[in-house]
């Protein structure tokens, strides 16, 4: 593409433009020598600064998962909107606080802990034990080294290290909690009577002037929405796949190249007890808490089952749930000390009490698994399927720019781009501004497809970027304008809208009619049977009933307790009907079970954890000297 540009400028309009962007990169030139340059930062957290770089790679990050996570339903125009990115960089702001804060403290992320949280990962597991291959398997595909995601992973940590210390430090008192279950299972005495709206099917009715005067002063209810269809062209990495010719000469130079990845280290199946001790302890502390572990390696060794050993006298409680399981550790997958014991074992073994930074470790050593390499025979569909991916995604880049150029050159048709690139011209269906099926589905085609550049102008659109390496092109092939629907069309439905706003209407009436003679002191079960209606006796009814009419109950509970003596409402329905309810008393939850006590906790220790978290970090602002230039966003 800029070979295509270079090309086509030639001669004194060459000249012409080179001379207007000399005249401006020459001032910005000679003006840097003065300021020193441009600051490039988004924001000043004390110190810190999270420079433009940063926050647009973060920030692409977040649109990519989101835009995911959506499904496309979410515009590139709400990424664009400023508000947003405040909202992202006020979040990157807050976890910069909290690192500052957490290095202040002086907490610190043991190496061990970070191998302990990989480990434990289930991504990274097969069968439920943790896979070395896997690990770089799924490391490769977010295109990430294991030094790019154990940094992004110790941040991680470090990020949530005192909100979770807040969290762990709540506590719900018990008051709160008497109050919240009496709240939560309150009950509320009540009877009512339902004015069925259907009952006025014979006594109401819409006349031909009643319809033409609804469908004059609701026009805009009646219109066909705009419509159109497009035709399209996609370019995708993973349809350019079969393209790609691989020979065997081929994967044999990709196996020799990447030989190294292929050799698996030696392995050790472990498992271990972990007597935890500060490293700073005192003596005495050191020296029980050895002695505590002489005596598991004894018990250990005499032949009680490790597992249950692990799962009731550990102290890391990852480990104990599995029975002090390590999995599958290869070199540098555990603190040092432990390691270096590991390794000097015999399958079998119960090692002696191995002091680490956590305490004292005894490990037994289940089975060793040798380094071994792979053979090229073992590993040919992988090379296979890594060379057809790499080279068709070369190629998709190369074409993209491709498509770029024809579409742009040839704004009118879509054939020059299909031709050239092997592509297939490709129609929807009519859809609206709501989307449709296919590739109509992504919001983002469908805003392309009502720009005014592409349905007014009828242009090709810019690329569109629909998923991971797939683009497409696309141009309007019928449009059909919004219309306003004929009368006799929608006549049958606006007889039955004004029916039935008529027969609410005479419910209602009556509700209200029935309302005012029992607010006079007229008994609700006598009145009724005088009108054919009858009463329902609910009796004492909880916020999670499920006998009534869910709306009714939902509105039972907003209503004020009665003063003295019994309340009237009149109360409007999900189905259209209207309730006249009477209201006798409210009553406190006497008990709740130990579920739903222990909902009422958790729920409560959320919310407190989450106050104390906003809490910390305004605390945090009001300390720090914190910047932001928004004209970098």
Known sequence: MLQAIRDKIKGWVAGVIVGLLVIPFAFWGISSYFTGGVDTWVAKVGSYEIDNRSFQTNYQNYRGYMTQVSQGRLSPSYFDDVVIKRQFLEGLIDDQLLIAATEKAEYAIPDGALATQIRTTPGFQVEGVFSPERYQQMLRFQRMTPEQYENRLRRSLYVSKIPNAIRQSEFVLAGEI????????????????????????????????????????????????????????????????????????????????????????????????????????????????????????????????????????????????????????????????????????????????????????????????????????????????????????????????????????????LEPAAAQLGLEIQATEKFTRAGGPGVAANSVVVEAAFSEDVLVGRNNSEIIDIGTNSIVVLRILEHESASRRPLDEVAPGVRAVIERRKRSESAVELADSLLERVDAGEDLAQLVQSEGLSVTEAGFVGRANTEHDATLVSAVFRLPSPVSGPSYHRLAMSSGNHAVLELRSVRSAIEMDDEARDAVIARRERSMAERGRSDFINTLRAETNVEVDDRQL
């Open 178 to 413: 008497a109050d919240d279950l009496a709240l939560q299972g309150q009950e509320r005495d009540i009877r009512y009577v339902i004015v069925d709206a259907n009952s006025f099917n014979d006594s109401v009715s819409a006349s031909d002037e009643d319809i033409q005067a609804y469908y004059d002063e609701n026009d805009t209810e009646f219109l066909t929405p705009e419509r159109v269809s497009i035709e399209y062209v996609e370019l995708s990495a993973v349809g350019m796949m079969d393209q790609v010719a691989v020979t065997e000469d081929d994967l044999r130079g990709e196996y020799e190249l990447l030989k190294d990845r292929y050799i698996l280290p030696e392995e050790r199946l472990a498992s271990h007890i972990l007597v935890e001790v500060n490293e700073d302890a005192e003596e005495e502390t050191l020296a029980a808490a050895e002695v505590r572990a002489l005596a598991l390696v004894e018990r250990a060794r005499r032949g009680e089952d490790f597992a249950a050993l692990a799962a009731e006298n550990s102290d890391d409680p990852g480990a104990a749930d599995v029975g002090g399981s390590l999995g599958w550790l290869e070199r540098g997958g555990t603190v040092p000390p432990v390691e270096e014991a590991l390794f000097a074992m015999n399958s079998g073994d119960i090692s002696d009490p191995v002091r680490s930074g956590f305490g004292y470790h005894v490990i037994w050593l289940q089975e060793i698994r040798e380094a071994r390499g792979k053979s090229f025979a073992e590993v040919r569909d992988e090379l296979e399927t890594e060379f057809r991916e790499r080279t068709a995604e070369d190629m998709f880049f190369e074409r993209s720019d491709r498509l770029f150029d024809l579409s742009f050159e040839n704004p009118a048709t």
